[in-house]
Each structure stands twice: as structure tokens, then as C-alpha cells.
């Protein structure tokens, strides 16, 4: 029994994965704010062993550049180098992810976390597994 069907391109799956993969990270950071500790100890600056500097936060940004523009590149690039860079950004933001999550979190964290770290993988398994179509 069939239970997914695409009628899409595989460069547009991966853009509408990535738009998937930036909306749970996105949210997940917006309920943490809703934890009145998490709140306070980021308008304090510190969370837990973390400082938040603008050193911080531009580090962060960096890491969450990725997947914003993959939503962009896996549309437009070449079947090569969609193919690869889909790969390299995938490996980064799941380790990433996966990392963060050996810290240890909230639920609503962890909850979020195993759709990213499954979407990650997921990219990854749909850029190794693509094979140029002749009509691309």
C-alpha cells in the first residue's frame, strides 16, 4: 500500500523540506520564550553555561542561515551542486541539532528536535539517493 506520493521535482521536495526544517526551528525557539525561566535568564544574558554576546548570536544566525538558504538554493542551483550542497547543509544542521540535544532540554524541545534530526536525515538520504533526470 502506497502511503506518499510526490508529483514534484526532487529539488522542490528538498526546498519544501528545508522551508519545513526552518518553521520547527523557529518555533521551537519561540515556545522556549514562553518559559518564564528561559525568558529571564536570556534577558539576563546568561543560559546556563551559555553568554549570549552579539559573537553569540551572530554564530547562531550563521547556523540558521543555512537552512533559510537552502530553501533558495535547492530550487535554483545546478542538479550537481544542488545535489552536494543539500548534503554538506544537511550534515551540518542535523550534527548540529543532534548535538544540542545531548545537552539535554524541555519536552517541547525534544519534541521539536526529532522532526528536525528526522528531516535532516531525510534531506540527506534524498540528495545522496538523486539521480540526475535527462529532462533536468
Known amino acids: 500500500m502506497k502511503i506518499f506520493e510526490w508529483h514534484g521535482t526532487r529539488n522542490q521536495l528538498l526546498s519544501l523540506l528545508w ?4 518553521v520547527n526551528y523557529i518555533y521551537c525557539d519561540v515556545f522556549t520564550l514562553h518559559l518564564a525561566q528561559y525568558l529571564e535568564a536570556f534577558l539576563s544574558g546568561e543560559v546556563g553555561d551559555m553568554k549570549i554576546t552579539e559573537e553569540f548570536l551572530l554564530a547562531f544566525a550563521v547556523v540558521l542561515q543555512i537552512p ?12 550537481r551542486l544542488s545535489k552536494y550542497c543539500n548534503i554538506v547543509a544537511g550534515l551540518i544542521t542535523t550534527s548540529v541539532q543532534t548535538y544540542t540535544v545531548t545537552m539535554g532540554g524541555t519536552l517541547h524541545y525534544m519534541f521539536f528536535s526529532f522532526f528536525e534530526i528526522c528531516t535532516g536525515l531525510l534531506i540527506i538520504y534524498l540528495a545522496i539517493t538523486w539521480q540526475q533526470e535527462s529532462a533536468e
Do not use: D, R
Not at 68 to 79: E, G
Open 19 to 22: 522551508i519545513f526544517l526552518t
Open 68 to 79: 533559510m538558504i537552502m530553501i533558495v538554493l535547492s530550487s535554483t542551483l545546478t542538479f
